[in-house]
């Protein structure tokens, strides 16, 4: 095989076979991941730049399939992409997460945010609207206490719909977030459009802050446009204090990211309260 290897002809390959049967185990399990409760929520707190306070949290998903090491979400969110699958493992994160935010209310901790991603494929369903209205009623979850991320190329395609929905989601009184803003196609016509209340500077940007001359005019821009169109700041990923006193400098609201707290089971999080940063 090896000798073969060289000549570039040979398409079958062990090593894309173990990756296409992984695959397939991987789809078979997922499709029970709920009902054997392998998915898991973590918690990363966001914090307010302006008082240091704990402002709320980003939901995000792990799975651990029983007798295997856990697996992120950049593995297995695309397999619920393509399968399906994102639709019941959406509703049960949003449901979740509405249920920790209630519980983490009536344990007397100070109201937290959640912010819950949802994925472009979630956001294309018909019912999203009403799947949101159940959840934030059988959970007894404020609408305003959630926040739901979403990509700017679910904006970009099928603009009209995405307007509707943006807009259902919006007058039910829910926060509207733009994750990973900057990275993907951006028509800055399309912020006017949609109902948006915040951006979140993408990781990618925030890495090189303040000593890479590009990243620190991304952000200083992307913040600059955001205020200018009274829409708050979301910077994720900061990793150190120069990062936090760059995006302070820039009157940014909100910081996320391994200077403060990685991703969290709930039970810490009342913990992280205690800690002022
Ligand atoms: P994202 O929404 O951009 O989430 C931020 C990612 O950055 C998270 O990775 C988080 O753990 C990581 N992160 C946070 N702070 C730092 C930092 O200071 N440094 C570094 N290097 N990384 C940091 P994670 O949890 O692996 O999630 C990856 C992506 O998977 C998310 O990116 C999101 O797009 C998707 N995802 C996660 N949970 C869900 C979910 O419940 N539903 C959907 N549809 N997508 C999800
Ligand atoms: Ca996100
Ligand atoms: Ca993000
Ligand atoms: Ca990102």
Same mark, same amino acid.
């Given at each position: 095989a090896k000798a073969l290897?060289?000549?570039?002809?040979?398409? /079958?390959? #062990?090593?894309?076979?173990? %990756? *296409?049967?992984?695959?397939?185990?991987? +789809?078979?399990? @997922? $499709?029970?991941?709920?009902?054997?409760?392998?998915?898991?929520?973590? /918690?990363? #707190?966001?914090?307010?730049? %302006? *008082?240091?306070?704990?402002?709320?949290? +980003?939901?995000? @998903? $792990?799975?651990?399939?029983?007798?295997?090491?856990?697996?992120?979400?950049?593995?297995?969110?695309?397999?619920?992409?393509?399968?399906?699958?994102?639709?019941?493992?959406?509703?049960?994160?949003?449901?979740?997460?509405?249920?920790?935010?209630?519980?983490?209310?009536?344990?007397?901790?100070?109201?937290?945010?959640?912010?819950?991603?949802?994925?472009?494929?979630?956001?294309?369903?018909?019912?999203?609207?009403?799947?949101?209205?159940?959840?934030?009623?059988?959970?007894?979850?404020?609408?305003?206490?959630?926040?739901?991320?979403?990509?700017?190329?679910?904006?970009?395609?099928?603009?009209?719909?995405?307007?509707?929905?943006?807009?259902?989601?919006?007058?039910?009184?829910?926060?509207?977030?733009?994750?990973?803003?900057?990275?993907?196609?951006?028509?800055?016509?399309?912020?006017?459009?949609?109902?948006?209340?915040?951006?979140?500077?993408?990781?990618?940007?925030?890495?090189?802050?303040?000593?890479?001359?590009?990243?620190?005019?991304?952000?200083?821009?992307?913040?600059?446009?955001?205020?200018?169109?009274?829409?708050?700041?979301?910077?994720?990923?900061?990793?150190?204090?120069?990062?936090?006193?760059?995006?302070?400098?820039?009157?940014?609201?909100?910081?996320?990211?391994y200077l403060y707290s990685?991703?969290?089971?709930?039970?810490?999080?009342?913990?992280?309260?205690?800690?002022?940063?």
């Amino acid at each position: 095989a090896k000798a073969l290897g060289r000549c570039n002809y040979q398409y /079958y390959s #062990p090593e894309m076979n173990a %990756r *296409t049967l992984d695959r397939l185990t991987l +789809e078979n399990a @997922l $499709r029970h991941a709920i009902e054997r409760h392998e998915l898991v929520m973590l /918690y990363q #707190p966001q914090y307010d730049l %302006r *008082t240091g306070a704990m402002a709320g949290v +980003e939901a995000l @998903l $792990r799975w651990r399939p029983h007798g295997r090491d856990m697996i992120g979400p950049d593995v297995f969110i695309p397999i619920a992409e393509e399968t399906g699958l994102i639709v019941p493992i959406g509703e049960w994160v949003l449901r979740t997460a509405c249920a920790q935010q209630v519980a983490w209310r009536q344990a007397g901790l100070p109201a937290l945010r959640m912010a819950v991603n949802l994925s472009a494929r979630q956001f294309r369903m018909s019912g999203l609207t009403a799947m949101v209205a159940q959840a934030l009623h059988d959970t007894g979850c404020e609408a305003g206490d959630v926040e739901l991320e979403i990509t700017e190329s679910v904006l970009m395609e099928r603009a009209d719909t995405a307007e509707e929905t943006l807009q259902h989601l919006s007058g039910m009184g829910v926060r509207l977030a733009i994750d990973d803003f900057g990275t993907g196609y951006s028509s800055l016509a399309y912020l006017k459009r949609f109902p948006i209340d915040v951006l979140k500077i993408d990781r990618s940007f925030i890495c090189g802050i303040p000593g890479d001359a590009n990243d620190a005019a991304i952000a200083t821009a992307v913040a600059a446009l955001a205020h200018s169109m009274q829409l708050s700041v979301v910077a994720e990923g900061v990793e150190t204090d120069e990062q936090r006193n760059f995006l302070m400098s820039l009157r940014c609201e909100y910081a996320q990211g391994y200077l403060y707290s990685k991703p969290v089971p709930a039970g810490a999080i009342a913990a992280l309260l205690g800690t002022m940063q």
